[in-house]
């Protein structure tokens, strides 16, 4: 039997339907009768302390479950402070659906208070946005939003609600089916494709997988170690594909691309074969397209018909669900052994384990690449970690290994700095029991800091590692290797973080020394709710390797090898 509920009523009835549990927001004029009725109903908000905290939230809680994360907040200016986090959310397909107020239709394009365009402004960053002007329509839109969002390639919905779509009653009836002519993604490959994709890969002696985010998308990480392990073939992953097949496996090559392992970009580029499962070859990844794996056949799976010759050209495009495919080509692909060509890899790996800081002997400085791994050690690579953006990112990909799926949430297409603290939080959320850490810079840090409220507020139990150089770091190295050292605007002034830490009411230590970190870590873990922990690094330590912008793959600045005193 049907019921009369306000606009408002059924777009919370409509979360609750769709399994949400909580939501991340800032209420305001145009939202209003919405936060109202949230009153009556079994979803917890959480009160961040600026919107765009709100998406990072609901973006870190999506990365670690799966699930959809849901932000809201007014029109205008809260509207518009959502930009970034749909930005990041659609570079790196991330389902979120965030939920807007709107002045009422009357009112729209007369420039009324707080009155912006945000369907207009959020075209080009969202996979769908709609502007609800009935209450008729809203069941509908969130039921099409939520399905939209999850499925296929994911990404982040916009729903932009009429004031007056939010007040106004009508009969509430639930969409049990969707409805979405052209919205059909593709989920099996054809026969003839796949026997395609199977001669190559028989012909082939020096393949390599290119594994990325879309594996851990489709939940396809068993799959990629069973095809992975028939064909003995070596894995790269892209900086979001960490995680996919676990770092300690034989056939794991690291992360690829401008500060990925040397010897993973150099078995792209020596390649005969190519094998991108769930990446869409960015141009981080890629160097130089001009030169890129030059004597490898290519292979495709990917969801998105849109990314499938789209920056590299391929011999063998299979469009569908990645774990589908997986599963209907491993059958037929027969065993293989290229010991010859995973040996000739493994003297790359040597020379850059020769070259590794982590084989430096100790000098008395702090690194933050020995901050990451100490780190590692201590939590037992059993965290789940989330970072800004810069050389911290990169330090943390590069020496936190991912044993494990869904532990590692960093921002990657956009580069968004200010996305460690919130998406941190949003990750306890999804995951209250497992040790969080949000690895960030100085920099990064103070663009959302004011988040710790949120933490406190939320008893979060949050652990944040401060790697401060005093320095916009990765800005900085590129002054400092293609600007000739001529620094501009990266020196960075910041508080003392340890009593901005003590002003919310949270526990804090500074660390100068590497041997303090570990009882630092220890610390941090034995208290309930966010920590601070503030690293006091060395200023100029570089991240290699370095792939310079449209360079070839394999043209790397490598680190030079220190020797032992008396080598």
């Given at each position: 039997m049907s019921e009369i509920k306000t606009g408002a009523e059924i777009m919370w009835e409509c979360l609750v339907r769709e399994g949400v549990k909580v939501v991340f927001g800032y209420p305001g004029g145009a939202i209003m009768p919405a936060y109202d009725a949230m009153l009556d109903f079994d979803i917890h908000h959480v009160l961040v302390r600026h919107e765009q905290g709100a998406t990072h939230m609901a973006d870190g809680y999506a990365r670690a479950t799966g699930k959809v994360g849901v932000a809201i907040a007014t029109s205008g200016p809260g509207a518009t402070n959502l930009v970034t986090g749909l930005a990041t959310a659609m570079m790196d397909s991330v389902p979120i659906v965030c939920i807007t107020g709107q002045v009422p239709i009357t009112a729209i394009g007369g420039d009324a208070f707080q009155e912006t365009d945000v369907t207009g402004?959020?075209?080009?960053?969202?996979?769908?946005?709609?502007?609800?002007?009935?209450?008729?329509?809203?069941?509908?839109?969130?039921?099409?939003?939520?399905?939209?969002?999850?499925?296929?390639r994911p990404g982040p919905v916009l729903i932009d609600i009429c004031k007056n779509a939010q007040i106004d009653k009508t009969e509430f009836i639930y969409p049990e089916k969707i409805n979405l002519p052209g919205y059909r993604p593709p989920r099996r490959a054809p026969k003839k494709?796949?026997?395609?994709?199977?001669?190559?890969?028989?012909?082939?002696?020096?393949?390599?997988?290119?594994?990325?985010?879309?594996?851990?998308?489709?939940?396809?990480?068993?799959?990629?170690?069973?095809?992975?392990?028939?064909?003995?073939?070596?894995?790269?992953?892209?900086?979001?594909?960490?995680?996919?097949?676990?770092?300690?496996?034989?056939?794991?090559?690291?992360?690829?691309?401008?500060?990925?392992?040397?010897?993973?970009?150099?078995?792209?580029?020596?390649?005969?074969?190519?094998?991108?499962?769930?990446?869409?070859?960015?141009?981080?990844?890629?160097?130089?397209?001009?030169?890129?794996?030059?004597?490898?056949?290519?292979?495709?799976?990917?969801?998105?018909p849109s990314e499938v010759h789209k920056n590299v050209h391929v011999d063998a495009p299979l469009l569908g669900d990645l774990r589908t495919v997986l599963g209907d080509l491993t059958p037929i692909v027969d065993p293989m052994d290229?010991?010859?060509?995973?040996?000739?890899?493994?003297?790359?790996?040597?020379?850059?384990?020769?070259?590794?800081?982590?084989?430096?002997?100790?000098?008395?400085?702090?690194?933050?690449?020995?901050?990451?791994?100490?780190?590692?050690?201590?939590?037992?690579?059993?965290?789940?970690?989330?970072?800004?953006?810069?050389?911290?990112?990169?330090?943390?990909?590069?020496?936190?290994?991912?044993?494990?799926?869904?532990?590692?949430?960093?921002?990657?297409?956009?580069?968004?700095?200010?996305?460690?603290?919130?998406?941190?939080?949003?990750?306890?959320?999804?995951?209250?029991?497992?040790?969080?850490?949000?690895?960030?810079?100085?920099?990064?840090?103070?663009?959302?800091?004011?988040?710790?409220?949120?933490?406190?507020?939320?008893?979060?139990n949050v652990n944040i590692a401060i790697l401060n150089n005093g320095y916009l770091g990765m800005v900085r190295q590129w002054q400092e290797f293609f600007f000739e050292k001529r620094y501009s605007g990266v020196k960075m002034l910041s508080p003392d973080f340890v009593k901005l830490a003590d002003a919310y009411g949270i526990p804090a230590r500074r660390i100068t020394k590497r041997e303090e970190v570990a009882d630092a870590v220890a610390y941090a873990n034995s208290i309930s709710g966010p920590v601070l922990l503030e690293f006091v690094v060395e200023m100029e330590e570089a991240v290699f390797p370095m792939v310079p912008a449209g360079a070839d793959l394999d043209d790397m600045l490598r680190r030079p090898v220190r020797r032992q005193s008396g080598d």
């Open positions: 402004v959020t075209m080009p960053i969202t996979k769908h946005n709609y502007l609800v002007t009935s209450a008729d329509e809203v069941a509908r839109v969130v039921r099409e939003a939520f399905h939209i969002a999850r499925s296929g494709d796949l026997e395609q994709a199977a001669k190559l890969i028989a012909q082939s002696e020096r393949p390599v997988i290119l594994a990325g985010q879309g594996v851990l998308q489709s939940g396809a990480m068993r799959e990629l170690r069973e095809f992975a392990e028939k064909t003995q073939t070596p894995v790269a992953m892209t900086l979001l594909g960490l995680g996919g097949l676990p770092a300690s496996h034989p056939l794991s090559l690291g992360m690829m691309g401008m500060h990925g392992e040397a010897y993973c970009n150099n078995a792209i580029q020596g390649s005969d074969l190519l094998l991108a499962f769930g990446m869409r070859f960015d141009d981080r990844v890629t160097g130089n397209l001009r030169t890129y794996a030059p004597r490898a056949r290519k292979i495709h799976v990917e969801i998105d290229h010991e010859e060509w995973l040996d000739k890899i493994a003297e790359w790996r040597n020379d850059t384990e020769k070259r590794d800081i982590m084989a430096w002997p100790d000098d008395g400085l702090l690194y933050a690449s020995h901050v990451v791994r100490d780190l590692w050690e201590s939590t037992s690579g059993n965290a789940i970690v989330t970072t800004d953006v810069g050389q911290h990112q990169m330090w943390t990909a590069q020496y936190y290994h991912m044993e494990q799926p869904f532990r590692w949430i960093t921002s990657g297409g956009a580069g968004t700095m200010g996305f460690g603290l919130p998406s941190a939080i949003g990750a306890w959320f999804a995951h209250p029991d497992k040790q969080i850490w949000a690895i960030v810079g100085d920099g990064g840090f103070q663009m959302t800091q004011a988040e710790l409220a949120t933490a406190v507020q939320e008893g979060a």
